[in-house]
T-cell receptor, first 115, second 113 residues
Framework: EPEVTQTPSHQVTQMGQEVILRCVPISNHLYFYWYRQILGQKVEFLVS????????KSEIFDDQFSVERPDGSNFTLKIRSTKLEDSAMYFC?????????????FGEGSRLTVL | AQSVTQLDSQVPVFEEAPVELRCNYS??????LFWYVQYPNQGLQLLLKYLSGSTLVESINGFEAEFNKSQTSFHLRKPSVHISDTAEYFCAVPNQAGTALIFGKGTTLSVSS
């Protein structure tokens, strides 16, 4: 069964360092998303991406965040200068249609720990 | 703005007992509602969804949810839970533009023997 894959599963970094989280969405999907989940808190929307551009972003997704689809398969989230509060589980998701009525398929997440 | 409220953060139950996880929504556009489940150390998976038609929707593992427009609710129920149902359950609704899903804070279902 097709699945969304994310790497790395866990990354530890120092505050101020750049981090790139990678995702391979399901191959025929057109819509891509990043969410994050701080330990013990809700799943928060960061950004959605369609047709090689951002279609929506939340207030969390400030200038230190960026997304890119560098080739036909990868979808990356870059955090330029990490802060302690960026420590979270980051989930990539993809969908064939929009969320109305499409289903989002999630990866298993990348845990980011900022020291 | 679209939002969902999950009223219970934790629900502990014994195996084979019935359970209800509550979700209320706020939406200014046509309503689509989703329940996702997150098993330990895994990503979120779609459990069931309401798009239109019958207000009662079911999943393959015995969960069901009923869309109640008058009460703006989409509660998740199961008549008899198993240990394997232990997980985090999230209610979700699309944002107004239909470009993202907005999740509730989640309900931790803990099933013990």
């Amino acid at each position: 069964e097709p699945e969304v894959t994310q790497t790395p599963s866990h990354q530890v970094t120092q505050m101020g360092q750049e981090v790139i989280l990678r995702c391979v969405p399901i191959s025929n999907h057109l819509y891509f998303y990043w969410y994050r989940q701080i330990l013990g808190q809700k799943v928060e929307f960061l950004v959605s991406f369609y047709n090689n551009e951002i279609s929506e972003k939340s207030e969390i997704f400030d200038d230190q965040f960026s997304v890119e689809r560098p080739d036909g398969s990868n979808f990356t989230l870059k955090i330029r200068s990490t802060k302690l509060e960026d420590s979270a589980m980051y989930f990539c998701a993809s969908s064939e249609q929009t969320v109305r009525p499409g289903e989002l398929f999630f990866g298993e997440g990348s845990r980011l720990t900022v020291l | 703005a679209q939002s969902v409220t999950q009223l219970d953060s934790q629900v502990p139950v014994f195996e084979e007992a019935p359970v209800e996880l509550r979700c209320n929504y706020s939406s200014s556009v046509s309503v689509y509602l989703f329940w996702y489940v997150q098993y330990p150390n895994q990503g979120l998976q779609l459990l069931l969804k309401y798009l239109s038609g019958s207000t009662l929707v079911e999943s393959i593992n015995g969960f069901e949810a009923e869309f109640n427009k008058s009460q703006t609710s989409f509660h998740l129920r199961k008549p008899s839970v198993h240990i394997s149902d232990t997980a985090e359950y999230f209610c979700a609704v699309p944002n107004q533009a239909g470009t993202a899903l907005i999740f509730g804070k989640g309900t931790t279902l803990s099933v013990s023997s």
